[in-house]
């Protein structure tokens, strides 16, 4: 069998402003990760890198950089998602590192990792795998219990929020 084998073995890499303007273009929705710090608090991060990779067994994935979630989380071995719901922009803000002081969170252990008790969908998560990818480190991990609610996410688009506009037919 031929194999292609490139002749020219300089490696070419997007620009990285050009790439994070291209890759912005992507929408998602936007979940809080949550795990128990060192004190037994429940820690929470913002993450759009929640992705579901397998339906059986359940299967997702998060990708974060190097910090506080990403130590506890490796520790632990598990962690929360709740994706949230066009309504909780402060969420949002507040748990990628800016303070909203008229939010109290409310978080619920509903089996055995705490989540947001209010969100569109949540998720409790063991931790499969772990792979290191340049500057993140992606988790893969397998589903123990979820449930979710009707209603509209809270979307990431362009670097800005957005609330889904329901076209009509
Ligand atoms: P910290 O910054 O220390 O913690 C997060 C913040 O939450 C702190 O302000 C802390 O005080 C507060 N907080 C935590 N728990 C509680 C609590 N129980 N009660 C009250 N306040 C609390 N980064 C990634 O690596 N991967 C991603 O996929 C990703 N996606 C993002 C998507 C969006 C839309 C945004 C806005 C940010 C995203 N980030 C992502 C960046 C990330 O959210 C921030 O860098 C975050 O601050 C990192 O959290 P940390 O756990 O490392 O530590």
Same mark, same amino acid.
């Given at each position: 069998?031929?194999? %292609? #084998? &490139?002749t020219?073995?300089?490696?070419?890499?997007?620009? =990285?402003?050009?790439?994070?303007? $291209?890759?912005?273009?992507? !929408?998602?929705?936007?979940?809080?990760?949550?795990?128990?710090?060192?004190?037994?608090?429940?820690?929470?991060?913002?993450?759009?890198?929640?992705?579901?990779?397998?339906?059986d067994?359940?299967?997702?994935?998060?990708? %974060? #950089? &190097?910090?506080?979630?990403?130590?506890?989380?490796t520790? =632990?071995?598990?962690?929360?998602? $709740?994706?949230?719901?066009? !309504?909780?922009q402060?969420?949002?803000?507040h748990?990628?590192?800016?303070?909203?002081?008229?939010?109290?969170?409310?978080?619920?252990?509903?089996?055995?990792?705490?989540?947001?008790?209010?969100?569109l969908?949540?998720?409790?998560?063991?931790?499969s795998?772990?792979?290191?990818?340049?500057?993140?480190?992606?988790?893969l991990?397998?589903?123990?219990?979820?449930?979710?609610?009707d209603?509209?996410?809270?979307?990431?688009?362009?670097?800005q929020?957005?609330r889904?506009?329901?076209?009509?037919?």
């Amino acid at each position: 069998m031929d194999v %292609l #084998k &490139p002749t020219n073995l300089i490696e070419v890499v997007a620009d =990285s402003v050009q790439y994070r303007k $291209s890759v912005s273009k992507f !929408a998602t929705g936007i979940a809080i990760i949550t795990c128990e710090d060192d004190d037994g608090k429940v820690h929470g991060m913002t993450i759009n890198s929640f992705t579901s990779i397998s339906l059986d067994p359940p299967t997702v994935l998060i990708s %974060l #950089k &190097p910090g506080k979630a990403h130590r506890l989380i490796t520790k =632990s071995g598990r962690f929360g998602a $709740s994706i949230l719901s066009e !309504a909780q922009q402060d969420h949002s803000s507040h748990f990628s590192g800016r303070p909203q002081e008229s939010l109290v969170p409310d978080f619920a252990i509903r089996h055995s990792v705490p989540t947001l008790r209010q969100c569109l969908a949540w998720f409790e998560c063991d931790i499969s795998e772990r792979v290191q990818v340049h500057d993140h480190t992606l988790f893969l991990a397998r589903v123990r219990h979820c449930d979710g609610i009707d209603g509209s996410p809270l979307m990431f688009f362009g670097s800005q929020y957005h609330r889904p506009v329901i076209a009509s037919q």
